[in-house]
């Protein structure tokens, strides 16, 4: 499906939260707005009473700076109303007692008939002098409106689509729609705050009252979808139904705190702050729940921490400062700045943990959403403030905002998605390295010293050919803790655990990496394959050249000599044949069972020691298995260097020693290979040994050496009264990096 119609439905549902929003700022705007304007600043100084000032362009521009004791009437009446610090108080629920609470409620209502028609005011001057004036109440003008009415408003209709953005992505999630009521509270309690706490003096007593109620409703309803949310999210703790119990008892406890039947405000905050404790008991419960799943407890911690230290700064430093008095209370409206952090802190959450199993492709949606909005609010704002053209206003807006805003929104994108730097073309030198490494084993490290350099995983797992069945393609597991990275190049598959060390889950982005990274491997290996196969062609070639050519000569002189009687001469035309047939044993490079090597040595040595009337034993110790997946199998250049070898002692014996029996042990095992041969030398002749004998180092036993050093084999030679030892020893498993293409299988896991 398209991209543009798979984010048509969230948009539209965006869209209309979006409308909703600009409808209740719009009604909150006239609301606030009906209320008579005399135009006075209103303060409360420190010992308690009130302070006035007239403001430039009210109908009370005349009061001066400092008045105090204001009192206003009715022209023609002796009494009227001292307003009073209570008057002034922003939000109604600090009464503790119902009876407070409803007198400030009466007064309201007073203040505002008194402010229907002109009105008589009194007021003492800083001298101390009264002074008095007739004010006509004004339409109260849109500037008048202070920065915490718009505050709330905007942090309240942020949070509101932030947290409908997540449900409309996952209509069907009972976790996000949860969060989305969480989202549909915060306006709920806001906007009617905003409205009565920007009053300038009186809002009418029934419409405070209403509001009040309205921001109590809001306040229980966000409670509720708080626990709601922990008791669904990430586990679910209880069944869908069970929830309606949450409306129904914080429901009933919101129309006992209306009616009043509630022995005070005391038990309206009690609701409140129980709802919190539970839902930091929740959390709780569900951190405990998710023990063993590194998911759920990385959402749980980020999605607890947002929620919670928003939702409490908030009681804290309203309610709570005033209860420790540790500091003075931050005004209300601001106040409600803390609720953005929860979701403001989702929003950045779903980058790290993906909350609600949200992708990357879900911030496309919220910014396109925030570049049709900047258009619009910028185009307004030319035509309300610079009184612009509407056709010209709306040019200048595309303009600046494509200067503005599609920059920072392409930074915010690379932000927010999580964006590596790494890139594949930096990575050629290594894939070629690793393709053409001289062992598998050395390609396996390499390969995982590169897959943990760019995803720097907290664990990577080697599976056998055998395990990794599917998929064939890198993918993502466990919602984002693990990768697939599929064999390639003959290299085993993977799964990597936990990106970055454990800080982020694997992303859409890390797969397509993956993914080029092992097709690029895979070609690298092709391209190595087709090399390795033209390079075995032409040494097939070449041995096949000397097969046909030298062999002829050699076979054709053994024939010749014997026929002449030349035994020397047949000697070492055979010889040079055995010498010829391993070295192109060894050219072709096809591996032999060491089971099938043995026999050929041992047959080899005892002709030659026959021949030479010596007696010859042979034993052998070879385990069933010597060598795991190996199968006991030798390369054909360390099958001949070994044979060589192996001629050079046996010759030296002969030659030099004059033994009357040559005994041989064979040992393999643990990945070793080691070669005793015993001759009896001068003891069984009878002859003193000369001074060229087998205990002597020469051009041979060097030869030896510098041929089994290349495998990291070892010759010794002692010697002794009862004759001489030759002693080879030589690794046969991965550790031996001459041993390419017969090495065992890696282990199953590699901890990185």
């Keep these: 499906m398209p991209i543009h119609s798979f984010l048509a439905v969230p948009a539209r549902i965006l869209l209309a939260v979006l409308a909703l929003c600009a409808a209740a700022a719009a009604a909150a705007t006239w609301g606030a707005l009906q209320t008579p304007w005399l135009g006075i600043a209103f303060t409360v100084d420190e010992a308690g009473s009130v302070r006035a000032r007239g403001l430039s362009g009210g109908p009370a521009h005349g009061l001066e700076d400092g008045a105090s004791r204001l009192t206003l009437s009715r022209p023609g009446e002796r009494t009227g109303l001292d307003v009073e610090p209570d008057d002034l108080i922003e939000e109604p629920d600090f009464f503790d007692e119902y009876a407070r609470m409803n007198r400030f409620f009466d007064r309201q209502a007073k203040f505002r008939a008194l402010l229907g028609g002109p009105v008589r005011a009194e007021w003492t001057r800083v001298d101390g002098s009264r002074a008095a004036e007739v004010w006509t109440p004004a339409t109260r003008p849109l500037g008048s409106l202070p920065a915490t009415f718009w505050f709330q408003l905007v942090v309240s209709f942020a949070g509101c689509l932030i947290a409908c953005w997540v449900w409309a992505l996952r209509p069907t999630d009972l976790g996000a729609g949860m969060f989305a009521l969480t989202g549909l509270a915060f306006p709920a309690f806001a906007v009617p705050a905003a409205v009565y706490s920007s009053r300038e003096l009186a809002l009418g007593g029934e419409l405070f009252h209403a509001l009040s109620a309205a921001n109590h409703a809001g306040a229980f309803m966000f409670g509720c979808a708080l626990l709601a949310v922990f008791l669904c999210y990430p586990r679910r703790l209880v069944p869908v139904g069970a929830l309606w119990a949450l409306p129904v008892v914080y429901g009933a406890w919101w129309l006992a705190d209306t009616m009043q039947w509630l022995p005070s405000q005391n038990w309206t905050r009690m609701g409140i702050m129980s709802e919190m404790l539970g839902a930091i008991a929740l959390a709780g419960v569900q951190w405990r729940m998710s023990r063993g799943r590194p998911l759920d407890r990385a959402a749980l911690r980020w999605l607890a921490l947002s929620m919670l230290v928003g939702s409490g700064l908030f009681v804290f430093s309203t309610t709570g400062s005033k209860v420790l008095g540790f500091f003075p209370p931050i005004s209300q409206g601001y106040a409600f700045g803390y609720f953005l952090i929860i979701y403001v802190g989702l929003a950045f959450g779903l980058r790290r943990y993906r909350l609600f199993d949200l992708d990357r492709w879900a911030y496309r949606i919220l910014l396109w959403l925030a570049g049709a909005l900047a258009v619009v609010l910028m185009d307004a704002a030319l035509i309300v403030w610079l009184r612009w053209n509407p056709a010209f206003s709306m040019g200048v807006s595309l303009l600046l905002c494509g200067w503005l805003y599609f920059p920072f929104r392409q930074w915010l994108w690379r932000r927010l998605t999580g964006a590596r730097g790494a890139r594949v073309d930096s990575t050629f030198p290594e894939l070629i390295r690793i393709a053409f490494s001289p062992s598998r084993g050395e390609q396996e490290r390499r390969w995982d010293a590169l897959l943990g350099q760019l995803f720097d995983p907290l664990d990577i797992r080697r599976l056998a050919h055998a395990e990794a069945e599917d998929p064939r393609s890198a993918t993502l597991l466990e919602s984002g803790q693990a990768l697939w990275v599929p064999s390639c190049g003959g290299l085993e598959a993977r799964v990597l655990?936990?990106?970055?060390?454990?800080?982020?889950?694997?992303?859409?982005?890390?797969?397509?990496?993956?993914?080029?990274?092992?097709?690029?491997?895979?070609?690298?290996?092709?391209?190595?394959?087709?090399?390795?196969?033209?390079?075995?062609?032409?040494?097939?070639?070449?041995?096949?050249?000397m097969h046909d050519d030298i062999g002829a000569r050699l076979l054709m002189l053994i024939h010749q000599a014997s026929r002449a009687g030349d035994g020397v001469a047949a000697d070492v035309a055979r010889a040079a044949m055995s010498d010829l047939r391993t070295t192109l044993s060894a050219l072709e490079g096809h591996s032999q069972p060491l089971a099938d090597a043995l026999a050929d040595w041992r047959a080899e040595m005892a002709t030659r020691c026959d021949a030479a009337g010596v007696d010859f034993v042979w034993n052998e110790f070879v385990p069933a298995m010597p060598l795991p997946d190996m199968q006991s199998a030798l390369p054909a250049r360390m099958k001949a260097t070994l044979e060589r070898a192996l001629r050079e002692g046996l010759s030296n014996a002969l030659k030099h020693g004059g033994p009357t029996r040559i005994e041989v042990e064979v040992r393999a095992g643990n990945g070793r290979l080691d070669i005793v041969m015993v001759d009896d030398g001068m003891r069984g002749s009878g002859r003193s040994a000369p001074v060229a004998g087998p205990a002597s180092i020469g051009l041979g036993l060097a030869g030896m050496r510098r041929r089994l050093a290349e495998y990291q084999g070892v010759v010794g030679l002692e010697r002794g009264e009862d004759g001489c030892i030759l002693r080879i020893c030589l690794p046969l498993g991965p550790g031996n990096s001459a041993v390419a293409s017969v090495e065992p299988a890696a282990p199953a896991e590699v901890r990185a």
């Excluded at 397509?512 to 087709?530: M, N, P, T, Y």
């Excluded at 390795?532 to 062609?537: H, T």
């Design 497 to 545: 655990r936990l990106a970055d060390r454990g800080r982020r889950l694997f992303a859409p982005h890390d797969v397509e990496l993956a993914a080029s990274l092992s097709s690029l491997v895979q070609k690298a290996g092709e391209g190595r394959d087709s090399y390795e196969r033209g390079v075995r062609e032409e040494r097939h070639r070449i041995a096949q050249d």
